[in-house]
C-alpha cells in the first residue's frame, strides 16, 4: 500500500516547495514537468528517479493515481530535470515490482519494508533538452 494521501496532501503544501529547488541537482531525485489534464497549467513535482540505460525509472510512491501520474500518462510523456540535466521524456509504462529491482539497497528498503510501494513509471529518454539562457 503506497504512502496514505494525506501525506502526499502534506508534501504538496510543505516538503515539496522546499525540495523541487534540490533535486534538480541531488542523486535520485529530479523534478518532473507536466501539464495538468483540464487546467492547461505546468506543474512541477520532486521525486524519487533513476536512469536504467536510456529510460527513467519513477518510484511510485503515493501509487499510480496521483494527479502528476495521471497527466504523463494522458500527455504520453513529460519532462524532467534531474542531476543538472533537462530531459524529454515519453514513451510512459505502469509497472509493478514487489521487490524493488533495480533500485539502490537504501531505496529499494523504504519501498519494501517502510513505504509498501511496489509501483513505478518507466519513462524513455526522447532527448536531452538544451538549458535555456
Known sequence: MPAPRWVAQANKLGLN???KYVATWAPGWGVVIHRGRTSGRVFRTPLWVFRRDNE????LTYGPGTDWVRNVLAAGGCELQTRRRHYQLGAPTLFRDE????MPP???FMLRRVIK???FLKLDVVRE???AG
Open 117 to 119: 510501494a511496489p509501483e
Open 129 to 131: 533538452l538544451v538549458p
Open 56 to 59: 527513467f525509472v519513477v518510484a
Open 17 to 19: 516547495r522546499v525540495t
Open 106 to 108: 537504501f531505496i529499494r
Open 99 to 102: 521487490m524493488a529491482n533495480g
